[in-house]
Protein backbone atom coordinates (compact mmCIF):
# COMPACT_ATOMS: atom_id res chain seq x y z
CA UNK A 1 0.00 0.00 0.00
CA UNK A 2 1.91 3.14 -1.41
CA UNK A 3 1.98 6.01 1.20
CA UNK A 4 2.94 9.24 1.05
CA UNK A 5 3.27 11.49 4.17
CA UNK A 6 2.11 15.03 4.03
CA UNK A 7 3.55 16.43 7.36
CA UNK A 8 3.22 13.53 9.73
CA UNK A 9 0.13 12.44 8.61
CA UNK A 10 0.45 9.22 6.18
CA UNK A 11 -1.59 9.17 3.28
CA UNK A 12 -3.15 6.42 1.06
CA UNK A 13 -5.41 6.22 -1.96
CA UNK A 14 -8.57 4.19 -2.41
CA UNK A 15 -11.35 4.57 -4.59
CA UNK A 16 -14.81 4.96 -3.38
CA UNK A 17 -17.49 4.38 -5.91
CA UNK A 18 -14.90 4.54 -8.99
CA UNK A 19 -13.50 8.16 -7.53
CA UNK A 20 -9.88 8.04 -6.33
CA UNK A 21 -10.12 9.55 -2.45
CA UNK A 22 -7.31 10.31 -0.03
CA UNK A 23 -7.66 8.42 3.49
CA UNK A 24 -5.66 8.40 6.40
CA UNK A 25 -3.82 5.10 7.26
CA UNK A 26 -5.04 5.62 10.96
CA UNK A 27 -4.33 2.21 13.18
CA UNK A 28 -5.42 4.01 16.15
CA UNK A 29 -8.88 3.84 14.44
CA UNK A 30 -11.25 0.74 15.08
CA UNK A 31 -12.80 1.27 11.89
CA UNK A 32 -12.63 2.92 8.47
CA UNK A 33 -14.74 5.85 8.04
CA UNK A 34 -15.80 8.62 5.87
CA UNK A 35 -16.13 12.42 6.82
CA UNK A 36 -19.82 13.58 6.68
CA UNK A 37 -18.85 16.11 3.65
CA UNK A 38 -17.64 13.04 1.87
CA UNK A 39 -21.06 10.81 2.58
CA UNK A 40 -22.49 14.38 1.23
CA UNK A 41 -20.93 14.15 -1.91
CA UNK A 42 -21.35 11.26 -2.39
CA UNK A 43 -24.99 11.20 -1.85
CA UNK A 44 -24.71 8.31 0.84
CA UNK A 45 -27.50 7.26 3.06
CA UNK A 46 -27.07 7.49 6.53
CA UNK A 47 -28.13 5.53 8.97
CA UNK A 48 -28.02 6.34 12.67
CA UNK A 49 -25.08 4.63 14.60
CA UNK A 50 -26.76 2.07 17.84
CA UNK A 51 -27.64 4.46 20.86
CA UNK A 52 -24.50 2.46 22.46
CA UNK A 53 -21.96 3.42 19.71
CA UNK A 54 -19.89 6.89 20.29
CA UNK A 55 -16.82 6.73 18.96
CA UNK A 56 -14.42 8.63 21.32
CA UNK A 57 -10.81 10.05 20.70
CA UNK A 58 -9.28 13.27 22.61
CA UNK A 59 -12.35 15.39 22.15
CA UNK A 60 -14.26 13.19 23.55
CA UNK A 61 -17.20 11.26 22.46
CA UNK A 62 -18.73 11.92 18.90
CA UNK A 63 -22.50 11.20 16.92
CA UNK A 64 -21.72 9.04 13.82
CA UNK A 65 -23.58 7.48 11.39
CA UNK A 66 -23.31 4.15 9.26
CA UNK A 67 -23.18 4.15 5.57
CA UNK A 68 -22.76 1.67 2.69
CA UNK A 69 -20.27 2.31 -0.13
CA UNK A 70 -21.46 0.67 -3.18
CA UNK A 71 -17.93 -0.63 -4.26
CA UNK A 72 -14.42 0.27 -2.33
CA UNK A 73 -10.86 -1.13 -4.16
CA UNK A 74 -7.36 -0.93 -2.32
CA UNK A 75 -4.93 -3.06 -2.41
CA UNK A 76 -5.85 -4.12 -6.12
CA UNK A 77 -9.35 -5.48 -5.14
CA UNK A 78 -12.41 -4.28 -5.54
CA UNK A 79 -14.85 -5.43 -2.95
CA UNK A 80 -18.98 -4.65 -2.68
CA UNK A 81 -21.03 -2.87 -0.37
CA UNK A 82 -18.28 -1.81 2.18
CA UNK A 83 -19.70 -0.42 5.48
CA UNK A 84 -18.00 2.95 6.29
CA UNK A 85 -18.73 4.87 9.99
CA UNK A 86 -19.54 8.03 9.18
CA UNK A 87 -18.09 11.07 11.45
CA UNK A 88 -19.31 14.54 11.50
CA UNK A 89 -15.93 16.25 11.64
CA UNK A 90 -13.10 17.21 9.27
CA UNK A 91 -10.05 15.34 9.46
CA UNK A 92 -8.41 17.71 6.79
CA UNK A 93 -5.71 17.02 4.40
CA UNK A 94 -7.99 16.62 1.48
CA UNK A 95 -8.93 13.16 3.34
CA UNK A 96 -12.26 11.48 2.92
CA UNK A 97 -12.18 9.65 6.14
CA UNK A 98 -9.78 7.17 7.94
CA UNK A 99 -8.49 3.66 7.00
CA UNK A 100 -8.82 1.65 10.00
CA UNK A 101 -7.80 -1.69 11.94
CA UNK A 102 -11.26 -3.17 10.31
CA UNK A 103 -8.33 -3.19 7.03
CA UNK A 104 -5.06 -3.62 9.01
CA UNK A 105 -6.57 -6.35 11.34
CA UNK A 106 -6.59 -8.58 7.97
CA UNK A 107 -2.93 -9.72 8.66
CA UNK A 108 0.33 -8.91 9.86
CA UNK A 109 1.23 -5.13 8.83
CA UNK A 110 4.31 -3.43 8.22
CA UNK A 111 4.87 -0.26 8.74
CA UNK A 112 7.19 1.07 6.50
CA UNK A 113 6.25 5.03 6.60
CA UNK A 114 9.71 6.41 5.94
CA UNK A 115 10.13 4.03 2.79
CA UNK A 116 6.76 5.16 1.86
CA UNK A 117 4.89 1.90 2.42
CA UNK A 118 2.36 -0.27 4.67
CA UNK A 119 2.18 -3.64 3.58
CA UNK A 120 -0.13 -6.01 5.00
CA UNK A 121 1.14 -9.84 5.46
CA UNK A 122 -0.22 -13.26 5.38
CA UNK A 123 2.35 -15.43 7.00
CA UNK A 124 2.89 -19.31 7.04
CA UNK A 125 4.36 -21.33 9.54
CA UNK A 126 6.04 -18.42 11.57
CA UNK A 127 4.63 -18.78 14.73
CA UNK A 128 7.85 -18.47 16.45
CA UNK A 129 10.23 -16.79 13.96
CA UNK A 130 11.71 -13.43 14.35
CA UNK A 131 9.76 -11.13 11.41
CA UNK A 132 11.87 -7.95 11.50
CA UNK A 133 12.98 -9.85 7.85
CA UNK A 134 14.60 -6.17 6.92
CA UNK A 135 17.15 -6.54 9.16
CA UNK A 136 18.42 -9.91 8.73
CA UNK A 137 22.14 -10.45 7.62
CA UNK A 138 22.75 -6.90 9.42
CA UNK A 139 23.89 -5.02 11.88
CA UNK A 140 20.46 -3.17 13.01
CA UNK A 141 19.59 -4.46 16.48
CA UNK A 142 15.79 -5.85 16.61
CA UNK A 143 13.47 -4.88 19.73
CA UNK A 144 10.62 -7.14 20.13
CA UNK A 145 7.55 -6.49 22.25
CA UNK A 146 4.45 -8.24 23.35
CA UNK A 147 1.26 -6.84 22.78
CA UNK A 148 -2.33 -7.10 23.37
CA UNK A 149 -4.92 -9.22 22.01
CA UNK A 150 -6.79 -7.35 19.30
CA UNK A 151 -10.81 -7.75 19.87
CA UNK A 152 -13.75 -6.70 18.24
CA UNK A 153 -14.59 -4.06 20.80
CA UNK A 154 -10.74 -3.11 21.04
CA UNK A 155 -8.80 -4.07 17.72
CA UNK A 156 -5.87 -1.69 18.96
CA UNK A 157 -2.04 -1.87 19.06
CA UNK A 158 -1.40 -2.13 22.73
CA UNK A 159 1.86 -2.46 24.59
CA UNK A 160 4.03 -1.71 27.74
CA UNK A 161 6.89 0.94 27.71
CA UNK A 162 8.64 2.70 31.10
CA UNK A 163 8.38 6.61 30.84
CA UNK A 164 10.84 8.13 33.61
CA UNK A 165 11.18 4.11 34.84
CA UNK A 166 7.43 4.17 35.30
CA UNK A 167 5.79 1.60 33.26
CA UNK A 168 2.98 2.62 30.82
CA UNK A 169 0.59 1.27 28.85
CA UNK A 170 0.74 2.58 25.41
CA UNK A 171 -1.08 2.45 21.80
CA UNK A 172 0.40 2.45 18.54
CA UNK A 173 -1.54 5.32 16.59
CA UNK A 174 -0.27 6.04 13.05
CA UNK A 175 -3.41 9.05 12.79
CA UNK A 176 -1.76 10.51 15.71
CA UNK A 177 0.77 13.26 14.47
CA UNK A 178 3.00 13.53 17.26
CA UNK A 179 3.06 10.95 20.64
CA UNK A 180 1.20 12.35 23.09
CA UNK A 181 1.03 11.47 26.90
CA UNK A 182 -1.73 11.77 29.37
CA UNK A 183 -1.59 13.91 31.75
CA UNK A 184 -2.15 11.54 34.49
CA UNK A 185 0.85 9.29 33.35
CA UNK A 186 3.09 12.66 32.89
CA UNK A 187 2.29 13.56 36.73
CA UNK A 188 3.02 9.85 37.53
CA UNK A 189 6.47 10.44 36.11
CA UNK A 190 7.08 13.61 37.82
CA UNK A 191 6.21 16.03 34.92
CA UNK A 192 2.91 18.63 35.11
CA UNK A 193 2.12 21.72 32.98
CA UNK A 194 3.46 23.70 35.76
CA UNK A 195 7.25 21.73 36.20
CA UNK A 196 10.07 24.08 34.49
CA UNK A 197 10.89 23.40 31.10
CA UNK A 198 6.77 22.99 30.30
CA UNK A 199 5.55 25.24 27.67
CA UNK A 200 2.04 25.01 26.76
CA UNK A 201 1.56 24.09 22.84
CA UNK A 202 -1.73 25.12 21.96
CA UNK A 203 -5.77 22.97 21.60
CA UNK A 204 -5.58 19.51 20.71
CA UNK A 205 -8.24 18.04 18.42
CA UNK A 206 -9.27 14.90 17.67
CA UNK A 207 -12.60 12.70 17.30
CA UNK A 208 -14.88 14.78 19.55
CA UNK A 209 -16.33 17.91 19.73
CA UNK A 210 -13.92 19.70 22.57
CA UNK A 211 -10.56 20.94 22.13
CA UNK A 212 -8.32 20.47 25.25
CA UNK A 213 -5.42 22.42 25.60
CA UNK A 214 -1.98 20.88 25.35
CA UNK A 215 1.61 21.34 26.62
CA UNK A 216 4.86 19.80 25.38
CA UNK A 217 7.28 18.28 28.16
CA UNK A 218 10.70 17.19 28.50
CA UNK A 219 10.74 13.57 29.95
CA UNK A 220 14.11 12.22 31.25
CA UNK A 221 13.78 8.66 29.68
CA UNK A 222 11.22 6.71 27.11
CA UNK A 223 12.36 3.04 27.13
CA UNK A 224 10.23 0.52 24.82
CA UNK A 225 11.38 -2.80 24.00
CA UNK A 226 15.57 -2.91 24.00
CA UNK A 227 15.00 0.43 23.44
CA UNK A 228 15.54 3.68 25.29
CA UNK A 229 14.94 7.39 23.79
CA UNK A 230 16.61 9.91 26.23
CA UNK A 231 15.68 13.89 26.77
CA UNK A 232 12.70 13.39 24.86
CA UNK A 233 10.04 16.36 24.48
CA UNK A 234 6.93 14.81 24.16
CA UNK A 235 2.93 16.12 24.26
CA UNK A 236 0.79 16.23 27.37
CA UNK A 237 -2.62 16.45 27.79
CA UNK A 238 -6.01 14.67 28.27
CA UNK A 239 -6.33 11.51 25.24
CA UNK A 240 -9.87 10.81 26.37
CA UNK A 241 -8.96 7.27 25.73
CA UNK A 242 -9.84 4.99 28.54
CA UNK A 243 -6.69 2.74 29.82
CA UNK A 244 -4.39 4.26 27.20
CA UNK A 245 -1.59 6.31 28.63
CA UNK A 246 0.22 7.35 25.69
CA UNK A 247 -0.61 6.85 22.40
CA UNK A 248 2.81 6.35 19.89
CA UNK A 249 2.05 8.33 17.06
CA UNK A 250 3.29 9.35 13.19
CA UNK A 251 6.69 10.69 14.90
CA UNK A 252 7.65 7.37 16.16
CA UNK A 253 6.57 5.28 13.03
CA UNK A 254 8.76 7.57 10.70
CA UNK A 255 11.62 7.07 13.29
CA UNK A 256 11.18 3.09 13.00
CA UNK A 257 10.57 0.16 10.98
CA UNK A 258 7.72 -1.52 12.26
CA UNK A 259 6.14 -5.34 11.84
CA UNK A 260 2.78 -5.61 13.76
CA UNK A 261 2.59 -9.75 14.12
CA UNK A 262 -0.97 -10.22 15.08
CA UNK A 263 -0.68 -13.90 13.84
CA UNK A 264 2.36 -13.85 16.90
CA UNK A 265 0.98 -10.81 19.58
CA UNK A 266 4.59 -9.28 19.10
CA UNK A 267 5.58 -6.49 17.67
CA UNK A 268 8.98 -6.06 15.90
CA UNK A 269 10.85 -2.42 15.81
CA UNK A 270 13.96 -1.15 14.18
CA UNK A 271 15.69 2.18 14.45
CA UNK A 272 16.05 4.10 11.44
CA UNK A 273 18.06 7.10 12.82
CA UNK A 274 17.69 10.73 13.73
CA UNK A 275 15.23 12.33 16.11
CA UNK A 276 12.19 9.65 17.38
CA UNK A 277 9.66 12.54 19.13
CA UNK A 278 11.85 15.83 18.59
CA UNK A 279 11.47 15.85 14.90
CA UNK A 280 12.07 19.49 15.24
CA UNK A 281 15.28 18.59 16.35
CA UNK A 282 18.73 17.83 14.82
CA UNK A 283 19.37 14.27 14.27
CA UNK A 284 22.12 14.66 16.84
CA UNK A 285 19.57 14.35 19.87
CA UNK A 286 20.50 11.58 22.02
CA UNK A 287 19.29 8.31 21.55
CA UNK A 288 20.04 4.55 23.45
CA UNK A 289 20.07 1.07 21.88
CA UNK A 290 22.07 -2.17 22.38
CA UNK A 291 25.59 -2.58 21.62
CA UNK A 292 26.31 -2.84 18.04
CA UNK A 293 22.76 -0.89 16.96
CA UNK A 294 22.87 0.55 13.34
CA UNK A 295 21.36 3.11 12.31
CA UNK A 296 21.37 2.89 8.64
CA UNK A 297 17.68 3.09 6.85
CA UNK A 298 16.61 -0.56 5.69
CA UNK A 299 14.04 -2.02 3.63
CA UNK A 300 13.30 -1.81 0.22
CA UNK A 301 15.17 0.54 -1.72
CA UNK A 302 13.26 3.09 -4.50
CA UNK A 303 13.09 1.61 -7.62
CA UNK A 304 11.00 4.30 -9.79
CA UNK A 305 9.65 7.87 -9.56
CA UNK A 306 7.27 7.19 -7.21
CA UNK A 307 8.96 5.39 -4.84
CA UNK A 308 12.16 7.94 -4.63
CA UNK A 309 8.87 10.69 -4.06
CA UNK A 310 7.23 8.80 -1.62
CA UNK A 311 10.34 8.41 0.25
CA UNK A 312 11.46 11.84 0.00
CA UNK A 313 8.01 13.28 1.65
CA UNK A 314 9.23 10.81 4.37
CA UNK A 315 12.31 12.47 4.68
CA UNK A 316 10.36 16.18 4.16
CA UNK A 317 8.35 15.30 7.54
CA UNK A 318 11.70 13.96 9.44
CA UNK A 319 12.91 17.65 8.31
CA UNK A 320 15.72 15.40 6.54
CA UNK A 321 15.57 18.13 3.99
CA UNK A 322 18.79 17.41 2.03
CA UNK A 323 17.42 13.92 1.95
CA UNK A 324 14.13 14.62 0.70
CA UNK A 325 15.23 17.27 -1.95
CA UNK A 326 17.74 14.97 -3.40
CA UNK A 327 15.01 11.81 -3.26
CA UNK A 328 12.44 14.04 -5.12
CA UNK A 329 15.00 15.60 -7.55
CA UNK A 330 15.46 11.60 -8.53
CA UNK A 331 11.63 11.33 -9.08
CA UNK A 332 11.72 14.67 -11.17
CA UNK A 333 14.37 13.35 -13.29
CA UNK A 334 12.54 10.12 -13.47
CA UNK A 335 9.68 11.20 -14.01
CA UNK A 336 9.64 14.95 -15.67
CA UNK A 337 5.72 15.35 -16.74
CA UNK A 338 4.78 14.00 -13.06
CA UNK A 339 3.27 17.32 -11.13
CA UNK A 340 3.67 16.33 -7.66
CA UNK A 341 7.02 15.26 -7.66
CA UNK A 342 7.91 18.99 -8.65
CA UNK A 343 5.46 20.02 -5.89
CA UNK A 344 7.01 18.21 -3.21
CA UNK A 345 10.36 19.31 -4.27
CA UNK A 346 9.23 22.63 -4.01
CA UNK A 347 7.72 21.98 -0.19
CA UNK A 348 11.23 20.39 0.78
CA UNK A 349 13.13 23.61 -0.62
CA UNK A 350 10.53 25.95 1.10
CA UNK A 351 11.49 24.09 4.21
CA UNK A 352 15.03 24.37 3.70
CA UNK A 353 14.70 28.26 3.06
CA UNK A 354 15.47 27.98 -0.83
CA UNK A 355 12.04 30.21 -1.13
CA UNK A 356 13.50 31.41 -4.95
CA UNK A 357 14.34 27.36 -5.98
CA UNK A 358 10.84 26.58 -4.47
CA UNK A 359 8.97 29.14 -6.47
CA UNK A 360 9.98 27.71 -9.48
CA UNK A 361 9.52 24.29 -8.65
CA UNK A 362 5.74 25.45 -7.54
CA UNK A 363 6.12 27.01 -10.92
CA UNK A 364 6.60 23.71 -12.85
CA UNK A 365 4.08 21.86 -10.93
CA UNK A 366 1.31 24.31 -12.27
CA UNK A 367 2.73 24.20 -15.75
CA UNK A 368 2.58 20.64 -15.70
CA UNK A 369 -1.09 21.00 -13.98
CA UNK A 370 -2.47 23.96 -14.33
CA UNK A 371 -5.22 22.86 -11.66
CA UNK A 372 -3.15 21.36 -9.17
CA UNK A 373 -4.86 22.85 -5.66
CA UNK A 374 -1.79 21.16 -3.96
CA UNK A 375 0.65 23.50 -5.87
CA UNK A 376 -1.69 26.80 -6.53
CA UNK A 377 -2.34 26.56 -2.68
CA UNK A 378 1.86 26.58 -1.25
CA UNK A 379 2.44 28.65 -4.61
CA UNK A 380 -0.25 31.29 -3.35
CA UNK A 381 1.53 31.11 0.73
CA UNK A 382 4.72 31.46 -0.36
CA UNK A 383 3.42 34.49 -2.17
CA UNK A 384 2.13 36.01 0.70
CA UNK A 385 4.98 35.74 2.93
CA UNK A 386 7.35 37.24 0.08
CA UNK A 387 4.18 39.97 0.07
CA UNK A 388 4.00 39.50 -3.29
CA UNK A 389 1.40 41.10 -5.33
CA UNK A 390 -2.61 40.71 -4.12
CA UNK A 391 -3.48 40.00 -8.15
CA UNK A 392 -0.83 37.20 -8.12
CA UNK A 393 -2.15 35.42 -4.74
CA UNK A 394 -5.75 36.13 -5.70
CA UNK A 395 -5.07 34.50 -9.31
CA UNK A 396 -3.87 31.61 -6.99
CA UNK A 397 -6.18 31.36 -5.25
CA UNK A 398 -8.98 31.65 -7.82
CA UNK A 399 -7.40 28.86 -9.30
CA UNK A 400 -8.12 27.39 -5.94
CA UNK A 401 -11.15 28.40 -5.72
CA UNK A 402 -12.42 26.85 -8.98
CA UNK A 403 -10.91 23.25 -8.79
CA UNK A 404 -12.33 22.77 -5.13
CA UNK A 405 -15.43 20.81 -4.12
CA UNK A 406 -17.72 23.59 -1.44
CA UNK A 407 -16.85 20.75 1.29
CA UNK A 408 -13.28 20.86 0.94
CA UNK A 409 -11.47 21.90 4.28
CA UNK A 410 -8.54 23.79 2.68
CA UNK A 411 -10.86 26.58 1.93
CA UNK A 412 -10.35 27.73 5.47
CA UNK A 413 -6.93 27.73 4.34
CA UNK A 414 -7.97 30.49 1.07
CA UNK A 415 -9.54 32.36 3.23
CA UNK A 416 -6.56 32.40 6.13
CA UNK A 417 -4.63 33.26 2.66
CA UNK A 418 -6.90 36.09 1.47
CA UNK A 419 -6.97 37.55 5.02
CA UNK A 420 -3.24 37.51 4.92
CA UNK A 421 -3.01 39.32 1.64
CA UNK A 422 -5.68 42.01 2.42
CA UNK A 423 -8.48 40.76 1.23
CA UNK A 424 -11.44 40.06 4.11
CA UNK A 425 -13.88 40.21 1.85
CA UNK A 426 -13.03 37.14 -0.31
CA UNK A 427 -11.77 35.43 2.88
CA UNK A 428 -15.82 35.69 3.68
CA UNK A 429 -17.38 33.45 0.85
CA UNK A 430 -14.63 30.92 1.45
CA UNK A 431 -15.77 30.71 5.33
CA UNK A 432 -19.11 30.70 3.96
CA UNK A 433 -18.59 27.88 1.59
CA UNK A 434 -17.49 26.11 4.34
CA UNK A 435 -19.39 26.95 7.14
CA UNK A 436 -22.73 26.48 4.92
CA UNK A 437 -21.28 22.85 4.50
CA UNK A 438 -20.58 21.59 7.32
CA UNK A 439 -22.62 20.29 10.47
CA UNK A 440 -22.62 23.27 13.15
CA UNK A 441 -21.22 19.93 15.55
CA UNK A 442 -17.88 19.70 13.74
CA UNK A 443 -14.91 20.54 15.73
CA UNK A 444 -13.55 23.29 13.17
CA UNK A 445 -16.90 25.31 13.10
CA UNK A 446 -16.32 27.58 16.22
CA UNK A 447 -12.88 28.54 14.19
CA UNK A 448 -14.43 28.63 11.08
CA UNK A 449 -17.25 31.30 12.36
CA UNK A 450 -14.58 33.32 14.17
CA UNK A 451 -12.87 33.30 11.07
CA UNK A 452 -15.57 34.41 9.29
CA UNK A 453 -16.37 37.01 12.25
CA UNK A 454 -13.11 38.73 12.04
CA UNK A 455 -12.71 39.03 8.30
CA UNK A 456 -15.91 40.41 8.25
CA UNK A 457 -14.32 43.01 10.98
CA UNK A 458 -11.65 43.72 8.96
CA UNK A 459 -13.75 44.50 5.87
CA UNK A 460 -16.20 47.04 8.14
CA UNK A 461 -19.22 44.54 6.14
CA UNK A 462 -22.24 42.87 7.52
CA UNK A 463 -21.11 43.73 11.08
CA UNK A 464 -24.53 42.30 11.87
CA UNK A 465 -23.85 38.66 10.39
CA UNK A 466 -20.32 39.17 12.47
CA UNK A 467 -21.44 39.63 15.82
CA UNK A 468 -23.87 36.48 15.34
CA UNK A 469 -20.97 34.93 14.04
CA UNK A 470 -18.58 35.94 16.53
CA UNK A 471 -21.35 35.10 19.44
CA UNK A 472 -22.07 31.37 18.09
CA UNK A 473 -17.96 30.93 18.48
CA UNK A 474 -18.11 31.95 21.63
CA UNK A 475 -20.95 29.63 22.43
CA UNK A 476 -19.31 26.97 21.17
CA UNK A 477 -16.31 27.79 23.36
CA UNK A 478 -16.40 30.32 25.85
CA UNK A 479 -13.57 31.76 26.99
CA UNK A 480 -11.63 31.92 23.92
CA UNK A 481 -9.26 34.84 23.67
CA UNK A 482 -9.15 35.22 19.77
CA UNK A 483 -13.15 34.66 19.91
CA UNK A 484 -13.17 37.70 22.18
CA UNK A 485 -10.65 40.07 20.26
CA UNK A 486 -12.74 39.01 16.91
CA UNK A 487 -15.62 40.39 18.75
CA UNK A 488 -14.03 43.24 20.50
CA UNK A 489 -13.51 44.34 16.68
CA UNK A 490 -16.89 43.94 15.73
CA UNK A 491 -17.90 46.27 18.73
CA UNK A 492 -15.01 49.00 18.20
CA UNK A 493 -16.65 48.97 14.36
CA UNK A 494 -19.66 49.11 15.53
CA UNK A 495 -18.93 52.40 17.63
CA UNK A 496 -19.70 50.57 20.63
CA UNK A 497 -16.49 51.48 22.91
CA UNK A 498 -17.85 50.18 25.79
CA UNK A 499 -18.67 46.52 24.85
CA UNK A 500 -15.50 46.48 22.76
CA UNK A 501 -13.13 47.60 25.77
CA UNK A 502 -14.84 44.94 27.75
CA UNK A 503 -13.94 42.17 25.23
CA UNK A 504 -10.46 43.63 24.92
CA UNK A 505 -10.29 43.40 28.77
CA UNK A 506 -11.36 40.12 28.86
CA UNK A 507 -9.05 38.45 26.29
CA UNK A 508 -5.98 40.43 27.41
CA UNK A 509 -6.98 38.26 30.77
CA UNK A 510 -6.97 35.00 28.88
CA UNK A 511 -3.48 35.82 26.49
CA UNK A 512 -2.09 39.27 26.96
CA UNK A 513 0.25 39.02 24.21
CA UNK A 514 -2.77 39.79 21.25
CA UNK A 515 -1.56 42.60 19.94
CA UNK A 516 -4.67 43.63 18.00
CA UNK A 517 -6.49 43.53 21.38
CA UNK A 518 -3.93 45.89 22.76
CA UNK A 519 -4.18 48.03 19.55
CA UNK A 520 -8.49 47.70 19.14
CA UNK A 521 -8.65 48.55 23.03
CA UNK A 522 -5.88 52.00 22.34
CA UNK A 523 -8.07 52.76 19.85
CA UNK A 524 -11.82 52.22 21.60
CA UNK A 525 -10.35 54.17 24.46
CA UNK A 526 -8.83 57.39 22.72
CA UNK A 527 -12.46 57.55 20.99
CA UNK A 528 -13.87 57.71 24.31
CA UNK A 529 -11.41 60.39 25.44
CA UNK A 530 -9.23 57.99 27.47
CA UNK A 531 -6.18 59.74 25.35
CA UNK A 532 -3.16 58.39 27.55
CA UNK A 533 -4.38 55.17 28.56
CA UNK A 534 -4.94 54.45 25.29
CA UNK A 535 -2.08 55.49 23.22
CA UNK A 536 -0.11 53.52 26.43
CA UNK A 537 -2.53 50.46 24.62
CA UNK A 538 -1.12 51.42 20.99
CA UNK A 539 2.21 51.56 22.22
CA UNK A 540 1.81 48.13 23.71
CA UNK A 541 1.06 46.86 20.55
CA UNK A 542 3.24 48.55 18.44
CA UNK A 543 6.04 46.34 20.72
CA UNK A 544 4.42 42.87 20.28
CA UNK A 545 3.58 43.49 16.56
CA UNK A 546 5.67 46.45 14.28
CA UNK A 547 3.54 46.82 11.81
CA UNK A 548 -0.02 46.71 13.13
CA UNK A 549 -0.58 50.53 13.51
CA UNK A 550 0.05 50.20 9.60
CA UNK A 551 -2.37 47.20 8.97
CA UNK A 552 -5.00 48.65 11.02
CA UNK A 553 -4.79 52.12 9.01
CA UNK A 554 -5.33 50.02 5.96
CA UNK A 555 -8.80 49.11 7.23
CA UNK A 556 -9.49 52.35 8.65
CA UNK A 557 -9.18 51.50 12.12
CA UNK A 558 -7.78 54.60 13.49
CA UNK A 559 -8.35 56.28 16.44
Not at 37 to 63: E, I, K, M, Y
Not at 76 to 100: K, M, Q, R, S
Not at 292 to 300: N, Q, R, Y
Request: proline fraction near 5%; hydrophobic fraction near 45%.
Amino acid sequence: MPVTMRGLRPMVHADVNGTDELFVADSGAFWSSLTRATAATFNLTLDPAPASFRPSGVGGDAGAWVTWVRTFSILGHTLPNVEFIVLPDDVGDDAAGLLGQNVFQIGDVEYDLAGGAIRIMNPHHCEKAPLAYWAQGTSQSVSAIDIEAATAAAPFIRSVAYLNGNRITVMFDTGASVSALTLAAARHAGVTPDTAGVVPAGDWMGIGHRKVPSWLAPFASFRIGDEEVRNATLRIGELGLPGIDMLVGADFFLSHHIYVANSQRRLYFTYNGGPVFNLTQSPAMQHSQPAGGGTALAGEQPVDAASFARRGAASNARHDYAGAIADLTRACELAPAESSYFYQRGMALWHNRQTDLAMADFDQAIRLKPDSVDALMERASLRVSRHDSAAAIAADLEAVDRALPRKDAARLRIGTLYVAAGQPRAAVAQYSKWIDSHLRADVHMADALNARCWARALAGDELDQALVDCNAALKMSPNTAAFLDSRGLVYLRQGNYDQAIADYDAAQRLQPKIAWSLYGRGVARVRKGMSAAGQADMDAASGLAPQIAERARAYGIVP
